[in-house]
């Protein structure tokens, strides 16, 4: 019953694609091209950790006014860091933002807006990176890509587990200075875990019917050619499909584990709301976005149909597995992109075109 949904709201969508005006081709200025974070030189990656931290030293928005209130996450701190504020707004959006046709969207316009926060506030001038894990599944563990362990141009690597996962190593370890507010004071945590849904499973069978999925088996570089040329057209299956629990994008997180996969740090009040609420938390999670969009991108260039495809849910439903996308009252083209006055508010159709943008991906 719940399935005769879909094709209706690919339909809708199909309407709203064709009635869309875009504004007409927006001047860029500058047009930025985003690269993999291992083709930046070494004072590009240093330059980019070094904005990172610098805005985890400002001081926190003046114009950000939550509207979102869940239950299971811990209350703002008003001496938390401009950083935390992007850690916040994404945890007090997680329920319309995850499951929802915002999904894509959103986190587009996230990943954009933090790269525009990082120049405004922090003099940034490079482009955003991203992490492409697909050329590390074979060995995600023992990547170069965890190996860069100096404390200028370092990502730094997997945390100590006898110091509750806190990362030693790079420019955002425990004695670099970069520390976090949510959902308790603590430094970056990451928790390497090959099989990440086995606990999940034994809750949630339906959600994680694969208990002993290898994580590393859901990114490789046949599944991203695969999805990219599946769901021709159709927004919803295509969402469903990376947005999937046991899939790339979930994959990523729960495996990098820690704050990325969000797991309650010791430090945390008692109950703690872990999953994807505080993920932002490692500055990861902007390369990893990075690499969802771009797949998301190219996915758009491949068939005119799905440049111009939307359709989704504003709400979640509960059970996930009947509207992986949400439920009704449906998202269209005019909906607008919540971010609370962190940074400017955009509409889903604004967000489509990544030339639109003035961005594209090497
Ligand atoms: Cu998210």
Redesign the pocket.
Known sequence: MLLLWLPIIVLVSATFSSALAFPGERHCKTQEVRKEWRKLSYHQKARWLDAVKCLSHKPRSRTFVPSRFPTDIVKYNHSGSLYDDFVFL?MEQ?HW??ATGLFLPW?RWFVYQFTETLRKECRYEGVAPYWDWSLDSKDVHGSSFFKESGSVSGLGGWGDPNKDYTVQDGALSESSGFALSYPAYHHLRRNWTIQPYIAGHAVYPKIFPDAYVLANSTFTPEKVRHLTRSHVGDFIGFQSDIENPEHMHSAVHVMTGGDLGGQCPASAPSPCGGG?TF?VNDPLFFLH?GMIDKVWAVWQGKHHRNAVAFAGGSVQDPTYVGHPTGEAPWLHLNSTIPTDGLFPSTTIGGVLSISRLCYSYE
């Open positions: 994404h997680n933002i995850h986190h994807q993920s976005h």
